[in-house]
C-alpha cells in the first residue's frame, strides 16, 4: 500500500508543470479572462496565475490561494506589446515618467536604436547629448545599461548599435569611406556592443552620416553582428521612388552577411509612388520564400516624423551639418538649394513627397530659443505668423537646427496592406515621453498600439484581434530572440495587458498629441502591476534585456 500511494503521489507531482506545487499560493490570478495568447489562435477563456514574474498556470484556478485576484470578465488578457522602433531610452534614464507613454499604450517591451545609439561615446558625442549634472558619462553599452538597472525603468529595453553612432565615433560627421584601419576599429565596437548584449547593428541610411555608408562597409559591419548572432535592422536608404532599389540592399546585406534583416517603418512615401507597396511587400514574400529571413513594421499614421533639415540633400552636410548650416544665410546658396528641391527627384526629396505643398509639412518642435507658437503649425502657417514667404521661413527655420516636423506623405491603403502582411510588426518609431516636460509630438508617441485596436481592428475590421496581438507580441518577439517573451504561456515572463476591446481607443491627435489612450486597464511588467485599474502604480520593474544568443 504504501508504495501505491507514493506512486499515486510521484504521478500527481509529474502531472503538474514543471517547478510548480499546486499548493503554492499566487503572486496573482487573472480570473475569466479573454486570453488572446498572441501565437495567432482563437482566444479562449482561462484563469491565468503568475508567480515571481512568470506565467506558472493556465487553467481553472478559482479555488486556489493568491494574494491578489483580477476579475477580468469582459476584458482581454494578451502578452505585453513590444515596440519594434521605441526610439532611445535616454528619456527613461533621465525621467521614470517617460515610461508612462508606452506602459498606458499597453507596451512592456521597446526597442531602442535606430542609425543613432546610446553606445558607443566618445568626448565629443557624449558632450553633444548635453546630460544634465549627475549623470555618469559612458562610453560602452556595458557602462550605460548598468546605469539603467541602477536607475531603474518602468519597462523593459533592448538595444541595438547604430552604425551611424559607430561612423561618428571612428570617422566622424563627415563624407568619407572609411580606412581599413578605421573600418577594423568600427568592427571592433560592433563586437563590443554585441558582446554587451545589443541585439544586432542598425543604419539610418536617409540620415547624415548614416547615408555616406556605402553597402560594402554595412555588409562588413552586419558580419560581426551575424557572427555574434545578431539582426540587421534598417530605416532603409529610400522610402520612395527607389523604395524597391533600397529593399533589395537590404536583402543582399542580409544574404551576403548571412544576417536576419528588419526594415523599420516601411513605406512607401509621396503621392506617386503609393503604388509601390504591393510591389515591395511582394519583394520581401519573395525573399523569405527564398529562405532570407527579412521583417518589417509599421506605424499607423500616414504623416511620418523627420527632421526638417531633411528637406535639403544630404550631400550638402558632407563636411559636417555645423559647416552646412551658416551657410544658409546667403541668398544664392538658398536659391541653388530651392531650385534643387523643386526640379530634382533622384533622392528622398520630402518637399516633393508632400505634394510641393509647405502646409502638408506640419512642424512639432523647435529649440527653446524659437516662438513656442511654430509648434503644432505648418511651415506656411508659421510664415503668416513671421509676415514671410514660405521658403524663406522654410531656410531660416532650418538654420535654427533641431527642427522636427510631420509630413504628410502616406495614405490608409498602403497602411492596410502592411498590416495583412503576415511578416509586419508595429513600431511607434518614438520614444518614451513625459508630457509633463514635453511641448509637442508625434501622436504615435502616445497612441500607436491602441490605434491598431481600435481602428484597423474594431472599427474597420482590416485585421482580427487575434492578428493585430500577434504583430504586437509573437513576431516581434520572435524577431528580437526574445524566446520567453510574447506570448501567455507557462513559463513566459509575465508581461501581460488587460484591456477592454469594446472602449480601447487612442486619444492623441495631430492637434492634442500627448494624451493617453483609455481602455488599458492594467499592465503588468515582469509580474508587477504598473497600471491597476487605469492608474499607474510608480512601480519599475523594467529590465536591460541582454540578448541572449
Same mark, same amino acid.
Given at each position: 500500500?504504501?508504495?501505491?500511494?507514493?506512486?499515486?503521489?510521484?504521478?500527481?507531482?509529474?502531472?503538474?508543470?514543471?517547478?510548480?506545487?499546486?499548493?503554492?499560493?499566487?503572486?496573482?490570478?487573472?480570473?475569466?479572462?479573454?486570453?488572446?495568447?498572441?501565437?495567432?489562435?482563437?482566444?479562449?477563456?482561462?484563469?491565468?496565475?503568475?508567480?515571481?514574474?512568470?506565467?506558472?498556470?493556465?487553467?481553472?484556478?478559482?479555488?486556489?490561494?493568491?494574494?491578489?485576484?483580477?476579475?477580468?470578465?469582459?476584458?482581454?488578457?494578451?502578452?505585453?506589446?513590444?515596440?519594434?522602433?521605441?526610439?532611445?531610452?535616454?528619456?527613461?534614464?533621465?525621467?521614470?515618467?517617460?515610461?508612462?507613454?508606452?506602459?498606458?499604450?499597453?507596451?512592456?517591451?521597446?526597442?531602442?536604436?535606430?542609425?543613432?545609439?546610446?553606445?558607443?561615446?566618445?568626448?565629443?558625442?557624449?558632450? #553633444?547629448? =548635453?546630460? +544634465?549634472?549627475? /549623470?555618469? !558619462?559612458?562610453?560602452?553599452?556595458?557602462?550605460?545599461?548598468?546605469? *539603467?538597472?541602477? @536607475?531603474?525603468?518602468?519597462?523593459?529595453?533592448?538595444?541595438?548599435?547604430?552604425?551611424?553612432?559607430?561612423?561618428?565615433?571612428?570617422?566622424?560627421?563627415?563624407?568619407?569611406?572609411?580606412?581599413?584601419?578605421?573600418?577594423?576599429?568600427?568592427?571592433?565596437?560592433?563586437?563590443?556592443?554585441?558582446?554587451?548584449?545589443?541585439?544586432?547593428?542598425?543604419?539610418?541610411?536617409?540620415?547624415?552620416?548614416?547615408?555616406?555608408?556605402?553597402?560594402?562597409?554595412?555588409?562588413?559591419?552586419?558580419?560581426?553582428?551575424?557572427?555574434?548572432?545578431?539582426?540587421?535592422?534598417?530605416?532603409?536608404?529610400?522610402?520612395?521612388?527607389?523604395?524597391?532599389?533600397?529593399?533589395?540592399?537590404?536583402?543582399?546585406?542580409?544574404? #551576403?552577411? =548571412?544576417? +536576419?534583416?528588419? /526594415?523599420? !517603418?516601411?513605406?512607401?512615401?509621396?503621392?506617386?509612388?503609393?503604388? *509601390?507597396?504591393? @510591389?515591395?511587400?511582394?519583394?520581401?514574400?519573395?525573399?523569405?520564400?527564398?529562405?532570407?529571413?527579412?521583417?518589417?513594421?509599421?506605424?499607423?499614421?500616414?504623416?511620418?516624423?523627420?527632421?526638417?533639415?531633411?528637406?535639403?540633400?544630404?550631400?550638402?552636410?558632407?563636411?559636417?551639418?555645423?559647416?552646412?548650416?551658416?551657410?544658409?544665410?546667403?541668398?544664392?546658396?538658398?536659391?541653388?538649394?530651392?531650385?534643387?528641391?523643386?526640379?530634382?527627384?533622384?533622392?528622398?526629396?520630402?518637399?516633393?513627397?508632400?505634394?510641393?505643398?509647405?502646409?502638408?509639412?506640419?512642424?512639432?518642435?523647435?529649440?527653446?530659443?524659437?516662438?513656442?507658437?511654430?509648434?503644432?503649425?505648418?511651415?506656411?502657417?508659421?510664415?503668416?505668423?513671421?509676415?514671410?514667404?514660405?521658403?524663406?521661413?522654410?531656410?531660416?527655420?532650418?538654420?535654427?537646427?533641431?527642427?522636427?516636423?510631420?509630413?504628410?506623405?502616406?495614405?490608409?491603403?498602403?497602411?492596410?496592406?502592411?498590416?495583412?502582411?503576415?511578416?509586419?510588426?508595429?513600431?511607434?518609431?518614438?520614444?518614451?515621453?513625459?508630457?509633463?516636460?514635453?511641448?509637442?509630438?508625434?501622436?504615435?508617441?502616445?497612441?500607436?498600439?491602441?490605434?491598431?485596436?481600435?481602428?484597423?481592428?474594431?472599427?474597420?475590421?482590416?485585421?482580427?484581434?487575434?492578428?493585430?496581438?500577434?504583430?504586437?507580441?509573437?513576431?516581434?518577439?520572435?524577431?528580437?530572440?526574445?524566446?520567453?517573451?510574447?506570448?501567455?504561456?507557462?513559463?513566459?515572463?509575465?508581461?501581460?495587458?488587460?484591456?477592454?476591446?469594446?472602449?480601447?481607443?487612442?486619444?492623441?491627435?495631430?492637434?492634442?498629441?500627448?494624451?493617453?489612450?483609455?481602455?488599458?486597464?492594467?499592465?503588468?511588467?515582469?509580474?508587477?502591476?504598473?497600471?491597476?485599474?487605469?492608474?499607474?502604480?510608480?512601480?519599475?520593474?523594467?529590465?536591460?534585456?541582454?540578448?541572449?544568443?
Amino acid at each position: 500500500m504504501a508504495l501505491r500511494a507514493f506512486l499515486i503521489l510521484a504521478f500527481i507531482l509529474l502531472a503538474m508543470p514543471l517547478g510548480f506545487a499546486k499548493s503554492d499560493t499566487f503572486d496573482l490570478v487573472i480570473s475569466s479572462a479573454r486570453v488572446v495568447d498572441g501565437s495567432g489562435n482563437p482566444w479562449y477563456l482561462a484563469d491565468v496565475g503568475v508567480r515571481d514574474g512568470i506565467i506558472v498556470e493556465i487553467g481553472k484556478l478559482s479555488q486556489r490561494a493568491a494574494r491578489r485576484v483580477i476579475d477580468a470578465r469582459g476584458l482581454v488578457l494578451s502578452p505585453g506589446f513590444i515596440d519594434m522602433m521605441g526610439g532611445t531610452t535616454l528619456p527613461l534614464l533621465l525621467d521614470p515618467v517617460t515610461a508612462q507613454s508606452k506602459l498606458r499604450q499597453g507596451v512592456t517591451t521597446m526597442m531602442a536604436g535606430e542609425g543613432d545609439s546610446l553606445a558607443p561615446q566618445d568626448e565629443r558625442t557624449i558632450k #553633444e547629448l =548635453n546630460l +544634465p549634472a549627475g /549623470i555618469s !558619462h559612458w562610453t560602452t553599452f556595458e557602462e550605460y545599461d548598468r546605469l *539603467l538597472d541602477a @536607475k531603474r525603468i518602468g519597462i523593459n529595453v533592448i538595444h541595438n548599435v547604430g552604425a551611424a553612432q559607430v561612423r561618428r565615433v571612428v570617422i566622424g560627421d563627415e563624407d568619407r569611406t572609411p580606412t581599413p584601419e578605421q573600418l577594423a576599429k568600427m568592427k571592433e565596437i560592433v563586437a563590443k556592443a554585441m558582446e554587451d548584449g545589443s541585439a544586432g547593428l542598425s543604419t539610418a541610411l536617409i540620415y547624415p552620416p548614416g547615408t555616406y555608408a556605402k553597402t560594402e562597409e554595412i555588409i562588413e559591419l552586419a558580419k560581426i553582428a551575424a557572427a555574434n548572432g545578431g539582426v540587421y535592422f534598417s530605416h532603409m536608404r529610400n522610402e520612395s521612388g527607389q523604395l524597391l532599389e533600397a529593399i533589395q540592399e537590404t536583402i543582399r546585406i542580409g544574404e #551576403e552577411a =548571412n544576417i +536576419p534583416v528588419h /526594415i523599420y !517603418h516601411l513605406k512607401a512615401a509621396g503621392q506617386s509612388n503609393w503604388p *509601390l507597396m504591393t @510591389k515591395a511587400i511582394e519583394l520581401i514574400q519573395s525573399a523569405r520564400d527564398r529562405g532570407v529571413d527579412v521583417t518589417a513594421d509599421v506605424y499607423p499614421y500616414i504623416r511620418n516624423g523627420i527632421g526638417l533639415g531633411s528637406f535639403v540633400h544630404p550631400r550638402h552636410y558632407a563636411n559636417g551639418t555645423d559647416a552646412f548650416l551658416p551657410t544658409l544665410s546667403d541668398a544664392n546658396v538658398r536659391a541653388e538649394l530651392r531650385k534643387e528641391i523643386e526640379t530634382t527627384s533622384n533622392w528622398e526629396n520630402w518637399y516633393q513627397h508632400v505634394g510641393k505643398n509647405w502646409d502638408n509639412v506640419l512642424v512639432v518642435q523647435v529649440p527653446a530659443t524659437l516662438d513656442k507658437r511654430y509648434e503644432g503649425k505648418s511651415v506656411q502657417e508659421i510664415a503668416a505668423l513671421r509676415g514671410a514667404d514660405a521658403w524663406e521661413t522654410f531656410f531660416y527655420l532650418v538654420q535654427q537646427g533641431g527642427i522636427e516636423v510631420n509630413p504628410k506623405s502616406m495614405n490608409e491603403e498602403q497602411k492596410q496592406q502592411a498590416l495583412r502582411a503576415t511578416f509586419v510588426s508595429i513600431g511607434s518609431d518614438a520614444e518614451p515621453m513625459n508630457p509633463a516636460v514635453s511641448t509637442y509630438a508625434h501622436p504615435r508617441t502616445f497612441g500607436t498600439f491602441p490605434r491598431i485596436l481600435a481602428k484597423y481592428v474594431r472599427e474597420e475590421k482590416v485585421i482580427s484581434l487575434e492578428t493585430a496581438i500577434r504583430e504586437m507580441t509573437s513576431l516581434p518577439a520572435n524577431q528580437l530572440k526574445l524566446w520567453n517573451r510574447g506570448r501567455v504561456a507557462p513559463g513566459f515572463a509575465a508581461d501581460l495587458v488587460l484591456f477592454n476591446p469594446a472602449k480601447v481607443v487612442d486619444t492623441a491627435t495631430f492637434e492634442k498629441p500627448m494624451s493617453y489612450p483609455v481602455g488599458m486597464e492594467y499592465v503588468l511588467v515582469n509580474g508587477q502591476l504598473a497600471i491597476d485599474g487605469g492608474q499607474a502604480t510608480g512601480a519599475l520593474a523594467g529590465r536591460v534585456i541582454r540578448a541572449n544568443r
